[in-house]
């Protein structure tokens, strides 16, 4: 049996009578349908019940409000919403398969969407949080497991790592997961969809997604150098326009940051990494899937390379390094992340 469309008497009131609707797909934390009304379509998203839904609607719709200031739009518009629902309704916006060199756009909307909201904006949202110590030792665990020795100082430099992210400024809009899908191309421009985990923190957190590989995200992609600048270059010349101001924080300590937070799939493969090679035959030994280690092994790669020669994250490299080399060594039919997006 299809779904109620959850769209009562009040947004009735506001914008008319649904004449037709269809089921669009979505996560499994919300329901989403594309509904014609008598002037014009709309997009109607549902959060469904369970935990922390209430705290997922209100950052969405917070966010989506915060974000609407953007010129040009980077959000489709807000148009109504019922809070006893859950229920947003949202423009409808035509997306299109984006080009090849579709980070570029990618990254200047999200400058733009960064910019959106400023230090007035204080508690409008969670704080971005980074790793803690918990990660970092979860890292050295892997480390360990992976029969992979620290070297010194390693430890000292990922706690101040951890120290300097936690202190990082910033009043940015950050979205909290924006991976492709969660982005829609357009002939006007890129506009972001799905602020269920939006917060507010440093924006470099967010622009190091293209260099680490979309740490929240189901796929992962590892653009070329060349292309990875133009898309940098761009999202710091978006957010200088519209701030005049210079992007604060550090692009080396974010990517770093996220090799340590990760996600919730690398976090699960350091669980077993650490529970399962001691006792279980390299052999028999399962990760789930080959994209787990493609992941890990990709963000060791970018992190080695990017604290190469670093003051406190020198140590960081050398493990990095290591720790990649012995995984590529174990699996030696891992390949490279894919450079298109899927």
């Known amino acids: 049996m299809p779904s109620r469309l959850p769209f009562g008497n009040g ?3 506001e914008l008319g009578t649904p004449e037709r609707s269809r089921r669009l797909g979505s996560s499994p934390r919300s329901k989403v349908w594309e509904v014609v009304l008598p002037t014009a379509t709309v997009v ?3 959060l469904v019940e369970g935990p922390g839904a209430d705290e997922r609607y209100t950052r969405e719709a917070t966010a ?3 974000a609407a200031r953007g010129r040009p739009p980077v959000v489709p518009a807000l148009l109504a919403t019922d809070a006893d629902e859950r229920v947003l309704v949202l423009e409808h916006v035509e997306h299109r398969p984006p080009a090849g060199d579709w980070i570029v756009d990618y990254a200047g909307a999200l400058a733009r969407l960064h910019a959106t909201a400023g230090p007035e904006d204080t508690g409008t949202l969670p704080r971005w949080r980074g790793p803690n ?4 030792d979860s890292f050295l665990q892997l480390a360990a497991a992976l029969e992979v020795p620290v070297p010194p100082g390693a430890d000292a430099g990922l706690q101040d ?7 990082a400024p910033g009043h940015a809009l950050l979205h909290g997961d924006p991976c492709p899908g969660n982005d829609l191309h357009t002939a006007a421009g890129v506009r972001f969809i799905d602020f269920e985990q939006a917060s507010l923190g440093g924006g470099m957190m967010e622009l190091a997604y293209l260099r680490i590989g979309f740490p929240t995200c189901w796929c992962v992609t590892s653009a070329p150098d060349p292309l990875l600048e133009r898309a940098e270059g761009a999202y710091r010349d978006a957010w200088r326009t519209a701030t005049g101001t210079e992007v604060p924080g550090d ?3 974010a990517c770093a940051g996220w090799l340590l937070r990760g996600d919730a799939l690398v976090q699960r493969a350091h669980r077993e990494t650490v529970d399962h090679l001691a006792r279980i035959p390299q052999r028999d030994w399962r990760w789930g899937t080959v994209t787990a280690r493609q992941r890990l092994v990709h963000r060791l790669g970018v992190v080695s390379g990017m604290t190469a020669g670093h003051g406190t994250l020198g140590g960081l490299s050398v493990l990095s390094d290591a720790m990649r080399r012995r995984m590529l060594a174990r699996w030696p039919g891992l390949r490279p992340v894919p450079a298109e997006r899927p």
């Open 11 to 13: 947004l009735r009131a």
């Open 44 to 46: 109607v998203k549902q």
């Open 64 to 66: 989506l409000r915060l």
């Open 133 to 136: 110590r918990a990660d970092v």
């Open 161 to 167: 790592l951890v120290d300097r992210l936690d202190r």
């Open 251 to 253: 692009l080396t300590d």
